[in-house]
């Protein structure tokens, strides 16, 4: 019975250990931006949706770089950006984005302190 306890110990031990060799932020690390969504009314009749979304990346730390973004896996696209790719603390970049802000369910943000996903 001692064996099975203590087997079991080390196996939780173990368990609770994770390398993270890609580079990708674990559950635990605090993100160095926010995102939130914004809209605005359609250019024209002609824009296939009725309105604008926008993605905003502000910075919650000192300075950060976006390197990369992407969203809904590569499967909604951003028509131009407006803002520096380096942020210093409350400022953001925003993207004009070829969906709804509504269809946005997985938003990764590659920075220079590391790789972030946002689920939605």
Not at 36 to 65: C, G, K, M, Q, W
Not at 85 to 113: H, I, M, N, P, W
Request: with cysteine.
């Amino acid at each position: 019975m001692t064996k099975i306890v203590l087997s079991l110990c080390v196996l939780f031990a173990l368990s609770a250990c994770s390398s993270n060799d890609n580079n990708d932020s674990s559950a635990s690390d605090k993100a160095p931006v926010e995102l939130s969504f914004s809209t605005d009314e359609a250019p024209n009749e002609y824009y296939p949706f009725p309105y604008i979304s926008y993605l905003n990346i502000e910075s919650v730390v000192d300075h950060v770089s976006i390197l990369n973004v992407s969203i809904n896996r590569g499967n909604c696209s951003v028509s131009s950006w407006i803002g520096n790719t380096y942020l210093k603390f409350g400022r953001s970049r925003q993207a004009s984005l070829l969906c709804q802000d509504t269809q946005v369910k997985e938003v990764v943000v590659d920075t220079d302190q590391g790789s972030y996903t946002f689920n939605f």
